[in-house]
């Protein structure tokens, strides 16, 4: 159970009014004569403690002279049967027999043991080395070394010793130091120094190592792991990532796995049953809490989609219930959400992908593109070469070369040349970015219907000096201001909130924190009307938020939306969800994603533009495009940090022919 002074965060308690022979004379009836009570089994096993059915191990054999795990696996079967005799085990001896069954065989299940060796306490690694050699009569150590090799199979022993750090004071020094140490380890170094990251952060404490964490994004403007992908491989930066992860919240580690053992065709039901059982009674309810909120479904309901038969109802049991009001945090989720807000808080530098070209030579890429498009046939590959290389203010030198040296208009001769995907990308190249912008919104508000999405996207996103930009090419190319077109096209709070962003007026100061403390109990005050029906326009939920999300600054909302946290335990994001709808919803959400993360905002939109079936190559270009000088490089850091797969990947998979091409070479490399 729970250490003294914590709060129990299992799904599994102990039975009150527990009777082990009963129990055990219980099970003995549901297994006797022709074919067993599955439900009888499922039902009293997952409702008792770890404990409690040790003891019932116990009673039976004293009862019956059998063993009831040996009766279990005669009765039962497959799934089922694992997860059953599973929760009969202790828990040290759960790991062991886990870790034995990971290295025995052809193979090893890496993954498996990484799990464990990452996410166990000390105390738990003793019990689980001492429960290895009490079940099988061998070395855990031994086995893993004779098994395992490299800077893998190193940190694996480092991991066995048990030996982290547990003293909470930390030393702001040695915290500044590891920091360093890490940093000149691995991204300052030429090769990477794997030992300093075995020592520092298989032995320190996990207190001082989040600080080392935090520390290391300041100096370095990258988070830990992004940097551990870049230096490290194969097994080795798994576990390295396995370990930050359960460094910085375990529950979001098990969370992530979890939702990975069940999403997509098939399941990984050895992963799926490994956790259910052995975070059962440690820290069941903060994976629920932390698993709602990430993937924004219950992992109740996610059990429930996924498997079936009495294994489902098992499952589901341990689960201990489900959590369908999204947006509700208890501790855990809501400590996540609020150091979301503390990181998004961290001057990281934006870097786009696209560099001014060294010796440039306007005139001399203009003749490129003339003989490019001269004669019979088009060199794509030439003109893909010259554009997607040159920054945009070049370009613009290149259309007045081009223009100079043979009296023709060079956006008329690529739009007569290219076509389809490839001409949308290299014709928004060439305009200029407010131009291009532009160009996007009107698009999106002429003819019949409007495109929301789009609207939101260029005007949740765009700073001041982007906004007063486009608004001028705007009225330049269309002759009628922005703000008349959007009024005209919208309505209600939608058009409230387009009309506030096209006005270009954001604070730019700093953070006010009695001002933001003040807004924070504006915003949970809303919230707590949501669902209050009321005559009075000015007091709806859109137009409390509207004040305060269109015109403050990004650092003073970063404050607001953590004082809401700590007043209200609930995040911004998901609260807005909960209780709005529609447009109003999407722009009010792609705000707060702009604010904590815009190239996280971004790099979610490019998946979704490519995942499944079909591409949406409108949005795809129009970010690739509009993104490439400012922060397309960190865009791909967050996306290969969401989604385990590299923005290049999934535009080289997603995507063919001169079109790719150039994506690609916007892109500007693999990670």
Known sequence: MAPQGKVYRGSVKDFQGFDANQDAEALYNAMKGFGSDKEAILDLITSRSNKQRVEICQAYKSLYGKDLIADLKYELTGKFERLIVSLMRPPAYGDAKEIKDAISGVGTDEKCLIEILASRTNQEIHDLVAAYKDAYGRDLEADIVGDTSGHFKKMLVVLLQGAREEDDVVSEDLVEQDAKDL???????????????????????????RLVFDEYLKIAGKPIERSIRGELSGDFEKLMLAVVKCIRSKAEYFAERLYKAMKGLGTRDNTLIRIMVSRSEIDMLDIREVFRTKYEKSLYNMIKEDTSGEYKKALLKLCGGDDDAAGEFFPE????????????????????????AGDFNDDGDAQVLRKAMKGLGTDEGAIIEVVTKRS??????????YKAHYGRDLMADLKSELSGSLAKLILGLMLTPAQYDAKQLRKAVEGAGTDESVLIEIMATRNNQE???????????????LEDDLSSDTSGH??????????GNRDE???NLTQAHEDAKVVAET????????????????TRFLSILCTRSYPHLRRVFQEFIKMTNHDVEHAIKKRMSGDVRDAFVAIVRSVKNKPAFFADKLYKSMKGAGTDERTLTRIMISRSEIDLFNIRGEFIDLFDKSLHHMIEKDTSGDYRKALLALCGGED
């Open 333 to 356: 989720a809501a400590q996540v959400a609020y150091r979301m807000w503390e990181l998004s808080a961290v001057k990281v530098e934006l870097r786009g992908t696209v560099q001014p």
């Open 527 to 542: 919230l707590k009307l949501a669902d209050v029906s009321s005559n009075d326009s000015s007091d709806s939920l859109e």
């Open 392 to 401: 945009n203010a070049q370009r613009q030198q290149i259309i007045k070369a």
């Open 494 to 503: 939608f058009k409230r909130i387009l009309v506030s962003l096209a006005l």
């Open 509 to 511: 100061g700093p953070e």
């Open 183 to 209: 940093l000149e380890a691995g991204e300052l170094k030429w090769g990477t120094d794997e030992a300093q990251f075995i020592y520092i952060l298989g032995r320190r404490s996990r207190q001082h190592l």
């Open 467 to 481: 906004i007063r930009a486009i608004n001028e090419a705007y009225q330049e190319a269309y002759h009628k201001s």
